[in-house]
């Protein structure tokens, strides 16, 4: 579904289409602004499995709960005691090297369920529950930003939830494939609720929208392409300075190695596109990557996972303050997990998000915590996330 | 569902934006014999059969004459990959010996933007100062694109736009069952811009008369006899076919059992009946000479031993196999045009034609499997009246297992869309416009692949992708109403009495105007009928 056409050069605003000239930078009407921060936030809608990506090797459950899809790891070199990246993540790994990437483990967004539209919701409008927040944390964040600075695009069809909001931002879309909006898609959903044949008929339509709209797709040359294509809007003079890039094909319920391998070379390769993309650009920048939850920790009688709690967030970029894993570890021993069957989330996925972007634009933390997730409980923001 | 909704949605074509609500459903579906018009303007505006079989007639002969030419410069007919090895420099004749009445396998899309969006166009760009392509392949590609953009997406638009004014809809409804049931597929070259004629001329004039009528009507249309190759059937041992053989004429002509076979399969009396295989090769020995004139000029006019204008329907007494046939146990001794056309009579009242109309049409309106009451009610009435249809539709209209307060149907996307475009107060469409949804709904017009026509059960259209695509085109369209529509006060108005709180919710909750539109072309009430 994402199939970047580079010469495309049509840009939808919130409120209508404009066409952007194509020759970009050479006007003297901007100031330059005061940073060269660029900002870009990584969605893996499906809910991502965290403890395939960044395995607890060291935990002495680990390789008892995950059998075979734990041997993805058997040689995978370990980045500490305790976690092993999964071996096709070579641009990610690259990075932890050079200090550049940074994870957190065992985070979880406050959703406590396993419905995707509810759990995407969640983390895209930074409230508690689905639907209780009516514009995205990522929209809130642009009111933080000096006006240089907060100029932002989403490379989909549509604007996403977590960019919408009072702030205009723009959306480009890499196809004319006509896409519904994901916002009619869940009314959708839920009118079909009690119809059995409809029901049937649409959870299937939507998983398999999520399929092709993953990384996988054309051997991961989208994912690179879209990478690219990202890279390019962020590094224009006058472009954006946040961008909002979505993915699917998380949902891995069967013949998981396979399908979460090729998703992860796709993102990988997207990662390194944006690095390269972005040249020194790439000093100011920070991408955080995020799932609207885990997967269960047992792996099902499919070669797959389902829906579970826990999983793990990702913060690339020179901008990082990285080489490490954060994790309050909980355990994967079966009395350890979340309701007998996920990986406990220790860590708020606001908290991290919350430190991260007060941390990259030098905001006072409280203030940050309270425009992205008003709703949150006070927890302790973590420090240091970003090069000083 | 209420009678009324049933009436509206179930016989009918949905309810269009400002019709008169229904008081008397039944008096109202019968009421609409009166009201019908087989030639409702948008139809009437089109160019006729005649002026599109001629253009035909001419591409044809253009092929022929090109052919002709080739043989005489002593040039045999090759593939057209073999051309291209051949010297540089070397001219290759303007056609091979390449069958022009060949079926498009993948180059007619009578205008198909959405298909080809991936696909590179396959033609090469013409050289210049040249009228025609020189690959036969191609030529015809661009032929048939030609009578795509010329006819066929014309008669698309005509078709829909008299399905949103009619003030027949349930009668509009039975044109599209017939059509279906006699149906041609514009994927074959000499079908393309003729597909909608078979309906406008065969189907809409008989819609309420006799079946008999509408069977002869079809089965001597152009685009049927193209379609199903009865055109080129030649009776071995006819004039003509004799001369061939003592001529030892480079192609025999020969028997073409195809219209033969789907005319007692498809159009009477049903696959795996009364017939066997002995009979349709008699049956299509009767029917040699059954052809059209014009398509054939030239030599292909002269070994027939007709003229006349392009695409009217002739016997050609030249290509007919003498003798008398057994059919079906029974002797047909009649000569010429009156032997097949004898056959014919009886098929189109034969009791298993009966029983498979009678299947066919309980299917369409009471659901996937039918109640055996009403088809044995239909049955009944085909029988007594001879096929004569505004009975049987009456029967219908009469029948209880017709108005099953639960939704019989799952509308077909023709379906879905008609009901929508009504639903909105659309009445002007733009060229392409419906032809392109259709296809992308995966049901383009007058298309269907194959003369079984399109299926007509849910299994076929409620899958999973085609239900995102009616939600995607749903969000399109209701974007065009530029929330000008209330769907909350029009939902009410489309299902009378039926519809769910549920729905009303969902469309009520709307985040805008527009979604509430798009909620309610996609909502259950929505998708069945």
């Known amino acids: ?388 | 569902m209420s009678d009324a909704s049933i009436a509206l949605n179930r016989f009918g074509l949905g309810v269009r934006a400002g019709e008169p609500p229904v008081t008397d459903p039944k008096r109202w579906l019968t009421g609409q014999f009166d009201r019908y018009d087989a030639r409702p303007a948008p139809i009437a505006g089109l160019p006729s059969t005649s002026v599109i079989a001629g253009n035909l007639a001419d591409y044809l002969a253009d092929v022929r004459e090109q052919q002709r030419e080739r043989r005489q410069s002593g040039d045999m007919p090759q593939r057209p990959g073999q051309q291209r090895r051949r010297a540089a420099g070397y001219t290759p004749p303007a056609a091979s010996g390449t069958d022009p009445a060949m079926t498009m396998q993948d180059g007619t899309e009578p205008g198909a933007p959405m298909r080809r969006r991936n696909a590179p166009m396959q033609d090469m760009p013409m050289a210049e100062g040249q009228d025609m392509p020189r690959d036969p392949v191609q030529q015809a590609r661009q032929f048939a694109r030609r009578q795509g953009r010329d006819y066929y997406a014309g008669a698309v638009t005509a078709r829909c736009l008299a399905s949103l004014d009619t003030p027949a809809p349930f009668v509009e409804r039975m044109v599209h069952f017939w059509a279906n049931h006699f149906a041609v597929s514009a994927d074959k070259l000499t079908v393309v811009g003729l597909s909608g004629q078979l309906e406008f001329d065969a189907v809409r004039p008989h819609v309420l008369g006799k079946f008999r009528d509408m069977l002869f009507a079809v089965e001597r249309h152009p685009a049927m006899l193209l379609y199903l190759d009865q055109a080129q059937s030649v009776g071995p041992n006819s004039v003509a076919g004799q001369v061939a053989q003592r001529r030892q004429a480079r192609q025999q002509p020969g028997l073409n059992e195809n219209l033969a076979r789907e005319i007692m399969e498809l159009h009477t009396l049903g696959v795996r009946t009364v017939y066997t295989q002995a009979d349709v090769t008699e049956f299509a020995r009767a029917m040699t000479g059954w052809t059209v004139s014009g398509l054939g000029r030239g030599a292909g006019a002269r070994f027939a031993g007709v003229d006349g204008n392009p695409g009217d329907f002739v016997f050609a007494d030249r290509i007919h196999e003498p003798g008398a046939r057994t059919i079906l146990g029974k002797q047909w001794p009649q000569q010429g045009y009156a032997q097949a056309s004898a056959v014919l009579d009886m098929l189109a009242t034969h009791p298993a034609t009966a029983k498979h109309i009678a299947t066919k049409l309980a299917r369409h309106f009471a659901g996937d499997d039918p109640p055996p009451a009403l088809v044995a009610k239909l049955e009944r009435s085909f029988l007594a009246t001879g096929g004569d249809l505004p009975s049987l539709y009456r029967a219908l209209i009469d029948a209880p297992e017709a108005w099953a307060p639960k939704p019989a149907k799952f509308r077909t996307p023709w379906d879905w869309t008609i009901a929508s475009y009504r639903a909105l107060g659309t009445r002007e469409l733009q060229p392409l416009a419906a032809q392109n949804l259709l296809r992308q709904l995966g049901q383009p017009v007058w298309q269907p692949g194959s003369p079984a026509g399109w299926d007509d059960v849910a299994a076929s259209w409620a899958g999973p992708d085609a239900i995102m695509r009616r939600v995607e085109a749903a969000e399109r369209m209701a974007q065009r109403t530029r929330d000008t529509l209330d769907a909350r006060a029009r939902a009410a108005e489309l299902f009378p009495g039926a519809l769910s709180p549920s729905t009303a919710q969902a469309i009520a909750r709307a985040e805008s105007p527009g979604q509430g539109v798009a909620l309610m072309l996609v909502a259950p009430e929505f998708m069945r009928r």
């Not at chain 1, 919701?121 to 009516?134: I, S």
């Open chain 1, 1 to 388: 579904m994402l199939n970047p056409k580079l010469n495309r050069r049509s840009f939808v605003t919130a409120t209508g289409t404009l066409v952007l000239a194509t020759s970009i930078g050479g006007t003297a009407a901007f100031a330059a602004a005061p940073t060269n921060r660029r900002f870009v936030f990584i969605i893996q809608r499906g809910a991502a499995d965290g403890l395939g990506t960044l395995a607890p090797v060291g935990d002495p459950a680990f390789a008892g709960q995950r059998g075979a899809v734990a041997e993805d790891f058997a040689s995978a070199p370990k980045l500490d005691g305790m976690f092993a990246l999964h071996p096709n993540l070579t641009n990610v790994a690259g990075l932890y090297a050079a200090k550049e990437a940074l994870f957190v483990h065992a985070v979880a967004s406050p959703y406590r369920d396993r419905s995707h539209f509810d759990g995407q919701n969640v983390l895209e409008t930074g409230g508690t529950a689905a639907y209780q927040v009516k514009d995205g944390w990522l929209n809130r964040m642009l009111s933080l930003l000096p006006p240089a600075e907060a100029k932002a695009i989403a490379i989909a069809a549509t604007v996403p939830m977590a960019l919408r909001g009072k702030v205009e931002v723009a959306s480009y879309a890499p196809s004319a494939l006509p896409d519904a909006s994901d916002d009619l898609l869940m009314r959708v959903s839920s009118m079909y609720q009690d119809d059995p044949q409809l029901h049937a008929a649409w959870e299937q339509a939507t998983a398999t929208r999520m399929v092709t709209s993953d990384l996988a797709a054309d051997n991961g040359r989208n994912a690179i392409a879209l990478g690219t294509l990202t890279a390019k809007l962020l590094a224009a003079e006058n472009g954006s300075r946040i961008a909002m890039i979505e993915t699917g094909g998380w949902d891995t319920h069967a013949q998981q190695r396979g399908r979460l391998g090729t998703q992860l070379r796709g993102l990988d390769g997207m990662v390194g596109a944006l690095k390269a993309g972005l040249g020194p650009l790439w000093q100011d920048t920070m991408i955080v990557i995020a799932t609207e939850f885990g997967r269960t920790v047992k792996v099902n009688g499919t070669g797959g996972t389902d829906h579970g709690t826990g999983s793990m967030a990702m913060l690339l970029g020179g901008a990082v303050n990285g080489g490490r894993v954060i994790a309050d570890w909980p355990g994967l021993s079966d009395a350890a997990l979340y309701e007998g069957r996920d990986l406990k989330p220790t860590t708020g996925l606001d908290t991290v998000i919350g430190s991260a972007v007060a941390a990259h634009y030098a905001i006072e933390g409280t203030r940050a915590m309270a425009a992205l997730f008003p709703q949150a409980q006070r927890a302790k923001l973590i420090d240091g996330l970003a090069r000083v």
